[in-house]
């Protein structure tokens, strides 16, 4: 075998470097609507603004049959976020996500989480919100269960190293389920 040359040494070197900078704790994913994640605690209904959490019971069947169609949704959502389609994306949200979302004082206080702090990333615009956080966060969440507020209203979780994540808050607005906030 030939030795390796000098650059040949660099190129591995900072190959082995990338890679083992990839290895690390998971990360839970950001929620759309906070800057930070939040773990959810039994019972997670509720309206969110710190009123006393009201169990909301369906059947198996209902719950099942919602699932399905959330877990449809997150998939779409998925797609939507991987191709950075933000037209497609702002057409699932609800016009009171999308307000306080694109408002400058959420962008303002957005923007001042760590990450993007970290990386000199002020938001402007829901435009930057979607690149900056949305793209970065959720472009391949897993559904892993679903927990009723009521009949139109349900959170989407996920389950990383035991901790319950609100993925997003989803709002029903004519046959469809779409991102909002309550």
């Known amino acids: 075998m030939k030795p390796m040359t000098g650059a040949k040494h660099l190129f591995v070197a900072l190959g082995t470097l990338a890679l083992l900078s990839c290895v690390s704790e998971p990360v839970p994913p950001a929620p759309v609507e906070q800057p930070a994640a939040a773990p959810v605690t039994s019972p997670v209904a509720g ?9 909301f019971k369906v059947t198996e069947e209902v719950y099942q049959k919602t699932f399905e169609q959330i877990e449809g949704v997150i998939a779409e959502l998925n797609a939507i976020i991987r191709a950075r389609d933000f037209a497609r994306w702002e057409k699932r949200l609800t016009a009171a996500y999308r307000e306080r979302t694109s408002s400058p004082k959420y962008l303002a206080e957005v923007s001042e989480s760590v990450a993007l702090k970290k990386n000199g990333v002020v938001l ?3 435009v930057d919100y ?3 956080v949305v793209v970065p966060s959720r472009s391949s969440v897993k559904l892993d269960e679903i927990a009723f507020v009521d009949a139109t ?9 035991g901790e319950r994540y609100i993925l997003y808050w989803l ?3 004519n046959g469809t389920w ?3 906030i309550w």
């Open 153 to 161: 209203h349900v959170k989407a979780l996920t389950v990383i190293q």
């Open 130 to 132: 979607f690149n900056q």
């Open 171 to 173: 709002v029903r607005e």
């Open 124 to 126: 402007g615009s829901l």
């Open 178 to 180: 779409n991102i909002g």
């Open 47 to 55: 309206t969110g603004g710190g009123e006393p959490a009201q169990e």
